[in-house]
């Protein structure tokens, strides 16, 4: 048994996550805001985890094996969580994103066209780290999502005392009403409709996991020893158009798709560049991925109903 502190773990992932410790018979200490309830069998700590001294308080004398921290996006409060955990905690597991990997405002190596991304491409021990950036304004952050995850995974993979992993998502499918993305909602509301979907003509492939495998990656990184970065995405790399055909086959409506010039918005998941990452460093940790093909149907037909995801 572990004990096992989840910012966030109130939603989505992070509820299922919390489920899956508390079944694995680990003691769970769930920190937010108090939006919502964490399921029942773990320990609520309701508090700001922006503001310094009050989650210091807040944590009192409490110590934890690991930390895992769904819901850091700047390395503001990264930093912070250093801070205060450095002591009190010898793991910390932050989920991370695939977005890392984006090469818009950021001198990213590049990789050869077709080239699934390794970790290695983004390293955060070497990434530039800018505290004094406005990363409290919403606005701000939200439109600098992938530098604050990067410059978030900087400063935990340089603090001394914490046992770092950063596991890097790929694009979050599943879960019906809850998705919340809403991106395959998008699909499955423009196809059904017979409204037009926005797309690259020469469209690339991106990555997907289910959100019920990233609960168990997390997991698996919450038990395990290894350090630094790990990617992980379902086996099966698709394009915006094998979406699509999913939700036409589930559906029986065929898309009507709208092509636009490479660089302009499109729907998501319409990339004009290619957008996949390579698992072989979690695999060869130890993790088993799925095959995208194989849980995107049910996902699909999930989206169409609103109905309860079967395990996967």
Known sequence: MKRICVIGGSRYVGKLLVERLLSA???????????????AGAEHVVVDRDDEAALGAALGSRTFDVVVD???????QAAIAVRVFTGRADRYVMTSTIEVYDPAGAALPQV?????????????ASW?????????HDAYRD?????????????FARADRLTFAGVRSAHVLGGGA???????????ERIT????????????????????????????????????????????????????????????RAPVFRSVPAGEEASPFSFDRHYAMS???????????????????????EALTGAPSPTI
């Not at 018979?25 to 399921?39: E, F, I, K, M, Y």
């Not at 809850?178 to 998008?186: D, I």
């Not at 460093?281 to 037909?301: E, I, M, N, Y």
Request: with cysteine; net charge negative.
């Open 193 to 252: 409709r017979g409204r037009e979907v926005l797309v690259h003509a020469h469209a690339l492939p991106t990555v997907f996991i289910h959100y019920q495998e990233l609960a168990q990656v997390l997991l698996w990184a919450a038990g395990g020893d290894f350090t630094g970065a790990v990617n992980a995405c379902s086996d099966v790399p698709l394009d915006v158009y094998d979406i699509a055909a999913a939700v036409a086959a589930r559906s029986g």
């Open 70 to 76: 769904q819901v850091c996006y700047t390395p503001v």
């Open 25 to 39: 018979g680990h003691q769970v200490t769930v920190l937010n805001r108090g939006s919502a309830r964490p399921p």
């Open 279 to 301: 698992n072989a460093r979690a695999k060869a940790l130890g993790f088993t991925f799925s095959r995208t093909c194989d849980w995107l149907p049910g996902a699909v037909t």
């Open 143 to 155: 439109a600098h999502y992938a530098e604050g995850k990067r410059q978030a995974e900087a400063v």
């Open 128 to 136: 530039l780290v800018s505290l004094d950036l406005p990363w409290q």
């Open 178 to 188: 809850r998705e919340f993305t809403g991106r395959l909602a998008h699909y499955v």
């Open 112 to 124: 050869a066209p077709g080239t699934p991304v390794e970790e290695a491409n983004v390293d955060p």
